[in-house]
């Protein structure tokens, strides 16, 4: 598992050396979706190479999970830094080439309406087409049977044409513009339980049900994340909000530490995703 994740680490930082060098030519370099803790590790690398500056995170929409990266060269930076603060990000985008629009871009898959469709079905449909996961950005499930999914412009295309059945059902697919009213369709069951302490142990037994022994046997195997990269101590101190992510267990956002019980405990209260 540490081989596995430092052999991705490295080859992230060799693509992200490589997109510095291409924008420092006077070139918008660009990488594909990356992973939540591939934009932290992404975001950490740029600041360390002193090209934070130039870079523009993007998913289509703006609480996306998986973002592509645009590293820009100096003169399109300038550009972006002296637009108003204000400025839509649609007006912010037409600072930048034609191209840039062309990577994110999204397809609305819609269902017959007969048939209940998941997160689970839709996905499946789509790499079921032979497309790689990283090669597509989040999918955001509207309703039971509609899905909005966030990928290139080449893929819009090939799903409008292509993508025909998800599960069971048959399916529509259409080039989809997000409004200012988009959201991503997630749901969320409230968590309230009390703790020892704010040491991840205690919380992710707490989140999970468990024992805090089978909790810690979760943490040194290598199966929880802390915004979204692996936890390596179970003492670590959880400082609210942050994200948890605990492998055939669910994704948790703990919120709050809220004050004391009169024994000492910490009251706890997250959301999990469902």
């Known amino acids: ?41 992404a975001e950490r690398f740029l600041k360390s190479a002193g090209a934070y500056g130039q870079a523009w995170f993007w998913g289509g929409y703006p ?18 830094s002296a637009a108003p603060a204000d400025c839509p990000l649609e007006e912010l985008a037409a600072f930048l080439e034609e191209s840039l629009r062309e990577c994110v871009c999204a397809v609305r898959i819609k ?11 839709f996905l499946g449909a789509v790499l079921g087409l032979g497309i ?16 909005v999914l966030f990928c290139s412009r080449t893929l819009a295309d090939f799903f409008v044409t292509d993508l025909v059945k998800v599960g069971a059902d048959t399916v529509k697919c259409t080039l989809y513009v997000p409004d200012e009213h988009f959201t991503d369709g997630r749901r969320y ?10 040491r991840l142990d205690c919380a992710v037994a707490a989140l999970c049900n468990l024992s805090r022994d089978a909790a810690q046997g979760l943490i040194r195997t290598g199966m ?47 959301d999990k995703l469902i």
């Open 1 to 41: 598992m540490a081989y596995k994740q430092s052999t991705e680490n490295e080859l992230l930082e060799a693509r992200l050396a490589d997109a510095i060098e291409k924008s420092r030519k006077g070139h918008i370099a660009h990488l594909p979706f990356l992973t939540p803790g591939e934009h932290r590790r």
């Open 111 to 121: 269902g017959s309406g007969f048939r209940t469709l998941s997160h689970r079905d």
């Open 63 to 80: 609480d996306a999970e998986r973002v592509c990266l645009f590293l820009l060269p100096e003169y399109l930076s300038d550009m972006l």
């Open 132 to 147: 790689s996961r990283d090669a597509v950005g989040d999918l955001a499930v509207q309703d039971s049977f509609t899905a």
């Open 224 to 270: 929880v994340e802390v915004e979204y990269e692996t936890a390596e101590r179970t003492d670590l101190v959880l400082f609210p909000p942050v994200t948890i992510t605990v492998r055939g267990h669910g994704k948790f956002i703990l919120r709050s530490f809220d004050g004391e019980t009169h024994k000492g405990r910490l009251r706890l209260r997250a």
């Open 189 to 198: 069951a409230p968590i309230s339980d009390t703790v020892a302490s704010a």
